[in-house]
């Protein structure tokens, strides 16, 4: 009954979680609720996997993912991208990497798949695609931050006019890594305005934010120069999250009046 009204019913007009529900109440088996009762319609699948993410049943979710990736639309594949971002913070490297490399395959042609043993390196490093923020592409989480992305070959400018918070991140992604290897991120910047010690530097965490060591520098350079970031991934961690952070530097702390205490300035 619950496949019938599912499959005739309006799932983007209506919740269907409480279908759903009754259906895991009727059986505890995964694989059979979704053969019996889950039709095979994109749209009804993805909302699916949706209710699956939000009771905390992502770790039975992956065929459900891969009948979204066959069956759904663009819309539909969000629900994929939220499954990979739940991964992605719980840890879970393989799972979050078969969605993600799903969603590419699907639909972001231009980026490469995630190959941590055979071909590591960051997702749309050149920013040719505007960043979808979502999965293992860039982030750029906050306010008191201007993040523009523009020129040839693309750029992006980030502007901070001294309302960011003390600590943030201004532009992150999550990578996928080998446990106990060695990275190599080179970078190129300019910045404007930007003193040295700004407190503005790669930092490289692990998915629970507990720092990586890196030897990373404050980023000040009214020149265009080429940066380094090094670092070894932790032996138990295949993800890390990788961000140009702003920290306050301690000497701001009590010198300057209220909107000087914060850098400002601009960096591409």
């Known amino acids: 009954m619950a496949r019938q009204a599912l499959s005739i019913g309006d799932v983007t007009a209506h919740d269907a979680a409480p279908l759903f529900r009754l259906c895991w109440k009727l059986s505890q088996n995964p694989a059979t609720v979704l053969e019996r009762a889950i039709p095979d319609v994109g749209a009804v699948q993805s909302r699916y996997l949706a209710f699956l993410v939000r009771e905390n049943l992502a770790q039975v979710a992956e065929p459900v993912t891969q009948r979204v990736v066959a069956l759904g639309g663009e819309r539909d594949l969000d629900a994929v991208l939220d499954y990979c971002d739940g991964l992605m913070a719980a840890g879970d490297a393989d799972h979050a990497i078969r969605a993600w ?89 300019q910045s404007d305005g930007i003193r040295p010690a700004s407190g503005v530097r790669w930092r490289v965490a692990d998915v629970a934010a507990r720092e990586i060591p890196s030897d990373s ?49 601009r960096l591409r």
């Open 101 to 189: 490399n799903a969603v590419c395959w699907r639909t972001l042609h231009s980026y490469h798949p995630l190959a941590p043993l055979t071909s590591p390196g960051l997702t749309n490093s050149d920013f040719a695609s505007t960043p979808i923020q979502r999965g293992s592409d860039w982030r750029m989480p906050l306010s008191g931050v201007d993040v523009e992305r523009g020129g040839l070959p693309p750029r992006l400018w980030i502007t901070l006019d001294g309302r960011q918070p003390d600590t943030c991140e201004l532009l992150a992604q999550v990578l996928a890594v080998v446990p106990s290897r060695r990275y190599r991120l080179r970078f190129r910047y």
């Open 217 to 265: 520098s404050d980023l000040a350079s009214e020149k265009e120069v080429t940066g380094t970031l090094r670092f070894r991934s932790p032996r138990a961690a295949s993800l890390v999250r990788q961000a140009l952070a702003y920290r306050r530097p301690p000497s701001c702390l009590s010198v300057f009046s209220r909107a000087g205490r914060r850098v400002t300035g």
